[in-house]
């Protein structure tokens, strides 16, 4: 026990010692995990920063390129449906005059054939005609010589 009491302030001072040093290293290492997220809090944010940079040259060069397709797509649909509408036009004036030919043709032989009787009947009416004339001068010279 002699021993133990003799050792015991020397192992005292040793623990303080200890004790000591490892607060110090404990501050020393708390500064430097603090300097480093300091630091690399900075380098993020600028990194974030340079990110947000690119990405909104590169959102704005999309949006310049799809502008540009965009406008070169409608001056195409423009131009195909005016072509589209030239032929549609085209073909349907065609198709009308044949529509118009095919009725004229019909039309004029319609014609034909009815003159045809029209002249017919013409005749046949004058023949009647003179046919009548002539039973009504038979009838009126019969009735004149009673």
């Known amino acids: 026990m002699a021993q133990e009491n ?3 302030p020397v192992v005292k001072q040793d623990l303080i010692d200890l004790e000591g040093r490892l607060l110090s290293h404990v501050a020393q290492m708390e500064t430097r995990l603090l ?32 502008l540009s397709h965009s406008a070169d797509l409608e001056t195409r649909f423009v131009s195909h449906s005016a072509d589209m509408e030239t032929r549609l036009t085209s073909y349907v004036d065609k198709r009308n005059e044949k529509v118009e030919t095919s009725l004229l043709t019909a039309f004029h032989g319609w014609a034909r054939s009815m003159e045809i009787r029209t002249r017919v009947t013409g005749s046949n009416v004058s023949s009647l005609d003179e046919r009548l004339a002539l039973a009504e001068e038979r009838i009126a010279e019969l009735e004149r010589r009673k």
Do not use: K
């Open 35 to 66: 300097a480093q997220s300091v630091d690399m809090e900075t380098r993020l944010l600028s990194q974030s920063a340079d990110m947000e940079t690119r990405l909104l040259s590169h959102s704005a060069d999309m949006e310049t390129r799809l």
């Open 6 to 8: 003799s050792q015991s």
